[in-house]
């Protein structure tokens, strides 16, 4: 069992930065891969990003890639999520989640085991 809570969302004006952290507990293991997605009303839920929890590897979508950065500390069992460069089309809710079966990164929610609640990110413009 993992349990997996978001935090760090908010209001930014378009061209800010935020931070979102996913700290997890339970049985992590280095193989396992973190993911960031988001959810914007009326749309499905999309891939930003992974990271395998031993750090080695990260994954973004072509939306972001360039402008946020996913990283783990893993003495305090958290993923981050760096968002720069924000616009109003990353307006979402955005979710960590865990895929604990995973021999390659996958960019498919359903792959995914574990969630968090999601917390929620708005850019104005």
């Known amino acids: 069992q993992v349990q997996l809570a978001e935090s760090g969302g908010g209001l930014v004006q378009a061209g800010g930065s935020l931070r979102l952290s996913c700290t997890a507990s339970g049985r992590i293991f280095s193989n396992y891969y973190m993911g960031w997605f988001r959810q914007a009303p009326g749309k499905d839920r999309e891939f930003v990003g992974c990271i395998m929890w031993s750090g080695r590897s990260t994954y973004y979508s072509t939306s972001v890639k360039g402008r946020f950065t996913i990283s783990i500390d893993s003495a305090k069992n958290t993923v981050y999520l760096q968002m720069n460069s924000l616009k109003p089309e990353d307006t979402a809710v955005y979710y960590c989640?865990?895929?604990?079966?995973?021999?390659?990164?996958?960019?498919?929610?359903?792959?995914?085991?574990?969630w968090g609640q999601g917390t929620q990110v708005t850019v104005s413009s």
């Open positions: 989640a865990a895929d604990t079966a995973a021999l390659y990164y996958s960019i498919r929610a359903g792959d995914y085991d574990y």
